[in-house]
């Protein structure tokens, strides 16, 4: 290192007018680097916060647009008729919310303790709907 460049980098005592300058010059530009680091940091925050938002606002948009009627789930209860099966009664009480019709079945199979498919003229079934 020359002698010029040691001579700027090293503070002499007692100090000259020269030195506070070269200090004070570098504390403006330390303060100026952090006050720039300072509003970057703030501006990544508020985007982050923003996206943040943005994004649970349109998920809850989305949420609210699939369960917006607010139904509720009930029973009801069904006698079997003649020529009746689990689908012809699945397809009177079916609404979307029950997910698909096979679902929906397995549902009702599953309400009386079914394990087959047959059911019997006379009897009652619990039937799950939505209101």
Same mark, same amino acid.
Do not use: H
């Given at each position: ?9 090293? =503070? ?7 030195? =506070?300058?070269? *200090? @004070?010059?570098?504390? #403006?530009? %330390?303060?100026?680097?952090?006050? #720039? $680091? ?9 985007? *982050? ?7 649970? *606002?349109?998920?809850? =948009?989305?949420?609210? *647009? ?6 509720? +789930? +009930? $029973? ?6 003649? @020529? %009746?099966? =689990? ?21 009702? +199979? +599953?309400?009386? @303790? ?7 003229? @006379?009897?009652?079934? $619990? ?5």
């Amino acid at each position: 290192m020359s002698q010029e460049n040691m001579n700027e980098k090293v =503070l002499r005592f007692p100090l000259t007018a020269e030195d =506070l300058r070269r *200090a @004070g010059n570098a504390a #403006k530009d %330390d303060a100026r680097r952090m006050k #720039k $680091l300072y509003r970057r940091t703030i501006t990544v925050v508020v985007i *982050a916060v923003v996206a943040f938002v943005i994004c649970f *606002a349109f998920a809850s =948009l989305l949420g609210n *647009a699939k369960g917006s009627s607010q139904r509720t +789930k +009930k $029973l009801t209860s069904v006698y079997v008729e003649s @020529g %009746d099966s =689990l689908w012809s009664i699945a397809e009177e009480y079916y609404t979307p919310e029950c997910g698909n019709m096979k679902d929906y079945i397995r549902e009702i +199979k +599953k309400t009386n @303790g079914l394990e087959s498919d047959t059911i019997r003229y @006379g009897y009652p079934l $619990l039937v799950p709907y939505y209101e």
